[in-house]
């Protein structure tokens, strides 16, 4: 990206420099975002299709506009926005949303795991923001507080009355919709397994780095489990193939 050509007033030229190249990386994650929204929007099916269906364009114009202020804002600071779909894959730390056509739910667990990474990432460059350049922290807060009253209007969709969120506790988008489709939220829960629930949310969140727009499991460890997996069955099948050859000797030996 092209270095700004001046800085706006009162802002020292290293510290323009630094707030623009934050911007850059939050006008990619809005562009990102309101492409993947609309996805959502087309690829939704079953049951509480029209809710989401509609719930879902609002939010599309909300984050447009984002990406607009935030455009024009780095605009304003002498630099030259970078809005192509190259500019977003340049500048993305995270993967393209995962769910194709698929229900209402899973869609929301997903998005609530999408919300997750880009509120996360919004708050540590405001934290950043706070000792460089108050009007930029001041519109990255206002967008910030919007975003977060979206994703409570998708945590709401799959919350239960225990305030248990159908998966919250995943990592991966992937993850979060599968969950919702073995959710056991309308069984009748003990307190024993709300504790359960409670344990199993403060590990989640223990485990999140709170870095990246969208948490996904590292390749690396889904083929190391793939490879676990392969190992159980290889030793599987050998034991029932002895098994089976032990089961032969004893047949014969009797038929003698
Ligand atoms: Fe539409």
């Known amino acids: 990206m092209a270095s700004p050509t001046y800085s706006v007033p009162g802002l020292s030229r290293r510290d323009n420099d630094r707030v623009v190249d934050l911007l850059q990386a939050r006008l990619a994650c809005y562009n990102d975002l309101h492409l993947t929204l609309k996805h959502v929007?087309?690829?939704v099916v079953g049951r509480n299709f029209i809710g989401v269906h509609e719930m879902i364009d609002p939010q599309v114009d909300l984050v447009r506009g984002y990406a607009d202020e935030v455009a024009e804002r780095i605009a304003a600071m002498g630099a030259a926005p970078g809005g192509r779909a190259s500019d977003i894959i340049a500048l993305r730390d995270w993967d393209d949303y995962s769910l194709g056509r698929s229900t209402a739910i899973a869609h929301l667990a997903a998005l609530n795991k999408v919300y997750d990474g880009v509120v996360e990432t919004n708050r540590s460059v405001i934290e950043e923001l706070g000792d460089l350049d108050p009007i930029s922290e001041d519109m990255m807060i206002g967008h910030t507080g919007q975003l977060e009253k979206f994703q409570w209007f998708v945590r709401a969709h799959l919350e239960d009355e225990y305030g248990e969120i159908a998966g919250e506790d995943a990592r991966t988008e992937?993850?979060?919709a599968r969950k919702t489709s073995t959710s056991k939220s309308t069984a009748?829960?003990?307190?024993?397994a709300k504790r359960t629930s409670a344990a199993k949310r403060t590990s989640a969140a223990?485990?999140?780095?709170?870095?990246?727009?969208?948490?996904t499991a590292p390749a690396g460890a889904t083929r190391a489990t793939a490879k676990k997996t392969a190992a159980k069955t290889a030793a599987k099948k050998t034991a029932a193939k002895k098994t089976a050859a032990k089961r032969t000797t004893a047949r014969k030996r009797t038929e003698r």
């Open 41 to 43: 929007h087309w690829n």
């Open 174 to 176: 992937r993850g979060a």
């Open 188 to 192: 009748k829960r003990t307190p024993a």
């Open 206 to 215: 223990a485990s999140s780095t709170g870095r990246h727009a969208r948490t």
